[in-house]
C-alpha cells in the first residue's frame, strides 16, 4: 500500500470517528499520561499543543496522524516531505531543512518535541541534549528506533546489537498517538503499514542465493569515505525483507568506509540513496553512479560490472515510515533488472 493510500485510509478512519463519535480501535488518552521513553520518564498533563518535530522521520509521522494544527514547527529534513503530507505540512512552520539552534526551536514557544535521532537531542547533539529541553520544562519523545548505545562508538549516531525491525515503528506510532489523544488514528496507520509489510515479505521468490546489499547514503567526496547502512539498521531490515543481507558486518549505526573496505564487502547489489537536501554533490544519486562506473577500481566491482545498482530514497535507510516504501522501490527495480523473480 503507498503512502498515498495510507493517507485515504487514516482520513476515512478520521472521518467514520467523526461521524460515529466511537473509536474503533483505542480509548481515549487518560492524563496525566506517563510513558518510559529510551530509559526516562515523561509525563503529559495534556495532549500538546505546539509540537516540535525534530527530525523528518517524527515530523511526517505527526502529519499523518493529522496533527498539524498542533505543531509549532519542524526541522532537519534529508529528503521532501510525501507528497501526499504536502498540504498538511505547508501548514507548518519550517525553521531549517539543516540542523536548528536550540535557541530557534525555543523562539516557537514548543510544549513538546519529537525528536527522530540523538544527533538531534542526544548526548552529543548538534541541537540540545535532553536535559536541556527539561530545564524549560519542554518533554522530549526521542524515537525508540533510534534510542542506541554509545559505549562502543565515537559519534552519536551509535550502535545497534540487533536487528531493527518494524516493532519499534509501531511503538513509535503508538505513544505519539497516545500523546496527543488520537491514538484510533495511530491504530489504523499501524494496521495499514502491517499489512504492507506482510505483503512484501509474501510476494519476494527466496529462491536462489540470497543477495548481499550495500547501502550508500552519501559522501563529502569521491575521495572521502563514505556514509553506509550498518548491518543491524533500517537497511539491514531491507536486505533481510528482501531475502537477502547487509553485506556491511559492522553493528555501527552509520559506518564511514573507505572503498578498499566496501571492494573487498562484495556486495551482489549498490543501493543508492537519492537525497533532496544537496549538502553534498555525491547526495545525488546520479553522481553516485556516475562514480560507481567510472572510478578505475569501484568500477571493477562485479555488482557495478552487473549493472545491480538501484536508487532508493536516502531518507528510507534510516529506521522510519519510509523504510518500507525504500524496500518497495528496490524490489521494484531488481525485479525489473531480472535480479529477483
Given at each position: 500500500?503507498?503512502?498515498?493510500?495510507?493517507?485515504?485510509?487514516?482520513?476515512?478512519?478520521?472521518?467514520?470517528?467523526?461521524?460515529?463519535?466511537?473509536?474503533?480501535?483505542?480509548?481515549?488518552?487518560?492524563?496525566?499520561?506517563?510513558?518510559?521513553n529510551c530509559g526516562t520518564k515523561i509525563t503529559f498533563e495534556k495532549a500538546p499543543e505546539r509540537a516540535i518535530g525534530l527530525g523528518q522521520n517524527s515530523a511526517e509521522i505527526l502529519l499523518l496522524l493529522g496533527l498539524q494544527d498542533k505543531m509549532a514547527g519542524t526541522a532537519f529534513w534529508p529528503s521532501k516531505v510525501l507528497p501526499e503530507l504536502a498540504e498538511a505540512n505547508a501548514k507548518v512552520k519550517l525553521l531549517t531543512v539543516e540542523f536548528p539552534t536550540f535557541e530557534t526551536i525555543l523562539a516557537q514557544n514548543p510544549d513538546f518535541v519529537a525528536a527522530a535521532l540523538p544527533s538531534l537531542v542526544g548526548p552529543a547533539s548538534k541541537v540540545a541534549?535532553?536535559?536541556?529541553?527539561?530545564?524549560?520544562?519542554?518533554?522530549?519523545?526521542?524515537?525508540?528506533?533510534?534510542?542506541?548505545?554509545?559505549?562502543?562508538?565515537?559519534?552519536?549516531?551509535?550502535?545497534?546489537?540487533?536487528?531493527?525491525?518494524?516493532?519499534?515503528?509501531?511503538?513509535?506510532?503508538?505513544?505519539?498517538?497516545?500523546?496527543?489523544?488520537?491514538?484510533?488514528?495511530?491504530?489504523?496507520?499501524?494496521?495499514?503499514?502491517?499489512?504492507?509489510?506482510?505483503?512484501?515479505?509474501?510476494?519476494?521468490?527466496?529462491?536462489?542465493?540470497?543477495?548481499?546489499?550495500?547501502?550508500?547514503?552519501?559522501?563529502?567526496?569521491?575521495?572521502?569515505?563514505?556514509?553506509?547502512?550498518?548491518?543491524?539498521?533500517?537497511?539491514?531490515?531491507?536486505?533481510?525483507?528482501?531475502?537477502?543481507?547487509?553485506?556491511?558486518?559492522?553493528?555501527?549505526?552509520?559506518?564511514?568506509?573507505?572503498?578498499?573496505?566496501?571492494?573487498?564487502?562484495?556486495?551482489?547489489?549498490?543501493?543508492?540513496?537519492?537525497?533532496?537536501?544537496?549538502?553534498?554533490?555525491?547526495?545525488?544519486?546520479?553522481?553516485?553512479?556516475?562514480?560507481?562506473?567510472?572510478?578505475?577500481?569501484?568500477?571493477?566491482?562485479?555488482?557495478?560490472?552487473?549493472?545491480?545498482?538501484?536508487?532508493?530514497?536516502?531518507?528510507?535507510?534510516?529506521?522510519?515510515?519510509?523504510?518500507?516504501?525504500?524496500?518497495?522501490?528496490?524490489?521494484?527495480?531488481?525485479?525489473?533488472?531480472?535480479?529477483?523473480?
Open positions: 500500500m503507498k503512502f498515498h493510500n495510507i493517507v485515504r485510509v487514516v482520513s476515512g478512519f478520521c472521518a467514520l470517528f467523526a461521524l460515529t463519535g466511537q473509536p474503533a480501535f483505542a480509548a481515549q488518552t487518560t492524563y496525566p499520561l506517563t510513558l518510559e541534549k535532553r536535559e536541556d529541553f527539561e530545564k524549560v520544562g519542554v518533554p522530549v519523545y526521542l524515537s525508540p528506533s533510534t534510542c542506541l548505545s554509545t559505549d562502543k562508538v565515537k559519534d552519536y549516531y551509535g550502535s545497534r546489537a540487533q536487528l531493527w525491525n518494524m516493532d519499534l515503528l509501531y511503538k513509535e506510532i503508538d505513544e505519539l498517538s497516545q500523546i496527543f489523544d488520537v491514538a484510533d488514528r495511530g491504530q489504523a496507520l499501524i494496521a495499514d503499514f502491517k499489512k504492507r509489510e506482510a505483503t512484501l515479505r509474501s510476494t519476494v521468490s527466496k529462491d536462489g542465493k540470497p543477495l548481499s546489499y550495500l547501502f550508500w547514503f552519501s559522501s563529502q567526496s569521491p575521495s572521502s569515505d563514505a556514509y553506509v547502512g550498518g548491518k543491524n539498521g533500517a537497511s539491514g531490515f531491507i536486505a533481510d525483507l528482501l531475502g537477502g543481507r547487509n553485506a556491511i558486518t559492522t553493528d555501527a549505526e552509520w559506518p564511514t568506509l573507505n572503498w578498499e573496505s566496501i571492494i573487498a564487502a562484495n556486495p551482489d547489489v549498490i543501493v543508492v540513496a537519492s537525497l533532496d537536501r544537496n549538502r553534498w554533490e555525491l547526495d545525488k544519486p546520479e553522481a553516485k553512479i556516475k562514480f560507481l562506473n567510472t572510478d578505475p577500481a569501484v568500477s571493477q566491482m562485479p555488482a557495478v560490472k552487473n549493472k545491480a545498482i538501484v536508487v532508493m530514497d536516502g531518507q528510507a535507510m534510516n529506521p522510519t515510515i519510509r523504510t518500507l516504501y525504500g524496500a518497495e522501490q528496490v524490489e521494484a527495480q531488481l525485479k525489473a533488472l531480472g535480479i529477483i523473480k
